[in-house]
């Protein structure tokens, strides 16, 4: 394994291990579901961003030489974003000045993703990867030295003040490497928003923040150890998505090897399995120990993790059958369809979500349906090219 990508592994567990000691060792009970709530729109605008044009949409940036081009559609785009990302925190309840808050984590979000490229790009790809280290322990910081004051802010609060400051540390490390020798140019022309690439990355990013809108409508327990698997199965589901960014082409010959020789009992007796191994966690108990530290019952954990095993691993098939189309896979009139029933059932089971069970149900039929638009436009697309 690279350096690149051993830090850029250590950046999920890091991520996941801080989100665990904010919400369940840091946070009080009584306002976690509020400040995860409030962070929920300014995170989905900044991983749509971010996912959607990890590959393109910064590199477009880089012209030869230290000359930076910007594109005025990047620039509109996220600002545009910004307003929205307001808008719909104000929707949430939230005072302006929370609705603000959220909008200027967004941006410097964009705008620390976009230093690193340019790091990338002028400097070094192992100091690229760094931001996101610093951020994470930046933000720890910063909340220790807040309750240290016996002052408990909020994870949104916390967490733009440590990409600031992260932010004002690599943008005068990128200018002092660079001599002060980088030239800024706003283009016309260049690079295209595409609404079709937006659209297929909405589906990974916009359930968290649909859980925000109707979290109300959960228990406070559920709702913690809603948030405690949801950081587990997103951790993994991170761990994969690098394992695909950087092994793409071997695991499209592992498919194609498998699905060739029929050799598919093998993937239905490891899911048997992982079934059989939650019925034996909730049988003998034998979490509840290390579950007893977060103050979680480890019934409702492991019932919870049975059912977001299917729904995300289907969410982690998606993204490869769409990296492995370059991004995308529905026309536009195909996904705009996807996406909005793949909301509405997320919505339904949120809204009636009284029941958890009724709430775990749909969440994994949202992904079952996606699951099944993405084999069906496979196969339709497979007859299509053999005829």
């Known amino acids: 394994m690279t350096k690149a990508a051993l830090i850029s592994l250590s950046n999920i567990l890091l991520g996941f291990s801080l989100q665990l000691i904010f919400l369940y060792f840091i946070t009080p009970p009584g306002l976690m579901d509020t400040y995860v709530a409030q962070i929920s729109i300014p995170f989905l605008f900044a991983g749509l961003t971010i996912v959607s044009f990890r590959e393109d949409l910064y590199s477009s940036m880089l012209g030869a030489g230290n000359e930076i081009t910007v594109s005025q559609s990047i620039i509109l785009f996220i600002l545009s974003s910004c307003i929205f990302c307001i808008g719909l925190m104000y929707l949430q309840g939230w005072n302006i000045l929370i609705c603000i808050l959220g909008s200027l984590y967004y941006l410097v979000s964009c705008f620390l993703a976009i230093t690193s490229a340019l790091i990338k790009k002028l400097i070094s790809d192992i100091v690229a990867l760094l931001p996101q280290s610093l951020t994470y322990i930046s933000t720890l910081i910063i909340f220790m030295i807040f309750i240290s004051k016996d ?203 009284a029941n958890l069970i009724f709430y775990l149900i749909f969440f994994v039929l949202s992904w079952i349906f996606v699951g099944i638009c993405t084999l069906i436009k496979i196969r339709r697309d497979s007859n299509f090219e053999y005829k």
Do not use: W
Request: proline share 2%; with cysteine.
């Open 151 to 353: 002052f408990t802010p909020s994870i949104l609060m916390v967490s733009t003040f440590a990409s600031i400051a992260c932010l004002v540390i690599f943008i005068i490390y990128l200018f002092l490497k660079t001599s002060f020798q980088i030239k800024f140019v706003i283009s016309k022309h260049g690079y295209e928003i595409k609404l079709r690439n937006i659209l297929h990355n909405s589906i990974f990013v916009i359930p968290p923040a649909i859980e925000a809108y109707f979290i109300s409508f959960l228990n406070t327990s559920d709702i913690t150890h809603l948030g405690f698997v949801h950081r587990i199965y997103s951790a993994l589901t991170g761990i994969g998505v690098f394992v695909i960014f950087y092994k793409l082409d071997r695991i499209m010959q592992l498919k194609n090897q498998i699905f060739k020789i029929k050799k598919l009992l093998p993937i239905f007796l490891i899911l048997i399995f992982i079934f059989l191994m939650h019925f034996i966690l909730i049988k003998y108990q034998i979490l509840e120990p290390i579950l007893n530290i977060f103050n979680l019952d480890d019934y409702m954990v492991i019932l919870i993790s049975s059912y977001f095993f299917m729904a995300y691993g289907i969410n982690l098939f998606v993204y490869f059958t769409f990296r492995s189309n370059f991004g995308v896979l529905f026309s536009l009139k195909e996904i705009t369809i996807v996406l909005t029933i793949f909301i509405l059932l997320n919505s339904y089971g949120l809204f009636n979500g």
